[in-house]
């Protein structure tokens, strides 16, 4: 079993969920005592909000190839950031480390692609709704067609995040505005939703949708499990 390499924290709400879900896969695979072998390094997300929020990119991703290497040499064969919008810098800290990265985009238009759908609607932070690195890598390397919100449901939808789910606050309101912007991205012919924050599958699940939700946060963890058990 390879060990799973992890920058955690951004923020601890989903990080959580990945351990629990890497964890609940090797030993659904491998039975017995067996878990997961990992590494995680855990930044303070209030750090990394500020670089955010102040658009100092460069310092943001100084800190998560720190982290990275924090993570590499801590024994771990591979890495996963187990979150969608730092993945602005993942070909930044894809060169500053010697494992390979699994990136959180592609493994979710892998699982899209194998089920057949062309047209996906794009929730996550305004930076990975709006911003090319992520849509663009969605469109140019696996072809598909991406839908997001209008302008004034894209700050509703970013607001929540920040506001709400990374500090563990789920409320009924917020989740009734998530399901009637999915209703219209549904409406413009989305096929499915990619819920491209690892917070959202925290407020809403299949249960609450008709069209398929690609919950980025599940389908990086078992990409990464797939991986740790390759031989």
């Not at 390499?5 to 695979?29: C, D, P, Q, T």
């Not at 067996?34 to 750090?47: L, P, Q, R, T, Y």
């Not at 990119?57 to 591979?78: C, H, I, L, N, P």
Request: glycine share 8%; proline share 2%.
């Amino acid at each position: 079993m390879k060990t799973i390499g992890m920058i955690g924290g951004m923020s601890w709400e989903s990080s959580i969920e990945y351990y629990r879900l890497v964890n609940e896969a090797v030993k659904e695979r491998l039975g017995d005592l067996h878990s997961a072998k990992s590494v995680m390094v855990s930044v303070d997300f209030a750090e990394i909000e500020k670089l955010q929020r102040e658009g100092s990119w460069e310092q943001a991703t100084r800190a998560m190839v720190a982290a990275a290497r924090s993570v590499e040499a801590g024994g771990a064969d591979f890495l996963i950031i187990c979150t969608n919008t730092m993945h602005k810098m993942a070909e930044e800290v894809q060169q500053g480390i010697g494992i390979p990265l699994l990136h959180i985009a592609d493994a979710t238009a892998e699982v899209i692609n194998a089920r057949g759908l062309h047209r996906v609607g794009l929730l996550g932070t305004r930076f990975t709704m709006e911003e090319d690195f992520y849509r663009g890598r969605l469109v140019e390397k696996f072809h598909l067609g991406v839908l997001i919100p209008e302008t004034a449901d894209r700050e509703i939808v970013h607001r929540v995040i920040y506001d709400e789910l990374v500090l563990g606050k789920i409320q009924p309101a917020s989740k009734a505005e998530y399901l009637r912007i999915i209703a219209g991205l549904a409406e413009a012919g989305a096929e499915g939703i990619i819920l491209g924050c690892t917070e959202i599958g925290l407020l809403i699940s299949q249960a609450d949708s008709r069209l398929p939700l690609f919950d980025t946060t599940r389908i990086h963890a078992l990409a990464a499990v797939e991986y740790a058990l390759q031989v």
